[in-house]
């Protein structure tokens, strides 16, 4: 099992950057762990945003986010992050990091991740 503690969201006007971390307390090694990230805007179901292999690190990620957002990872710190960059309004929404243990891949139904963080919260505004 692992446990997730997600940071660095906040307030951000349109055209900014924001770069999120979500740091793991691992019951194997993290690098074991394929992790995303999702979202969920008021009123809106959760919506997968991107995801990073486990082992060779492939990485994918959701049309409307594409070329603007980038997930990396530090398996030395335990930690994923969402570089998010040329923010839009509609990029407004609480933020999930996830992580799955199975090697399945490409992951992107919310079913498929075993452990949750609590949430943060990306405010954008125009």
């Known amino acids: 099992q692992v446990q997730l503690v997600e940071s660095g969201g906040g307030l951000v006007q349109a055209g900014g950057s924001l770069r999120l971390s979500c740091a793991a307390s691992?019951?194997?090694?993290?690098?074991?762990?394929?992790m995303a990230w999702f979202r969920q805007a008021p009123g809106k179901e959760r919506e997968f945003v991107a995801a990073i292999r486990r082992g060779l690190g492939s990485t994918n990620y959701a049309d409307s986010v594409k070329g603007r957002f980038t997930i990396s990872r530090d398996n030395t710190k335990n930690t994923v992050y969402l570089q998010m960059n040329s923010l839009k309004p509609e990029d407004t929404a609480v933020y999930y990091c996830?992580?799955?243990?199975?090697?399945?891949?490409?992951?992107?139904?919310?079913?498929?991740?075993?452990?949750w963080g609590q949430g943060t919260q990306v405010t954008v505004s125009s």
């Open positions: 691992a019951g194997r090694t993290f690098s074991s762990y394929t």
């Open positions: 996830a992580a799955d243990d199975s090697g399945l891949w490409p992951l992107l139904r919310i079913g498929a991740y075993d452990y």
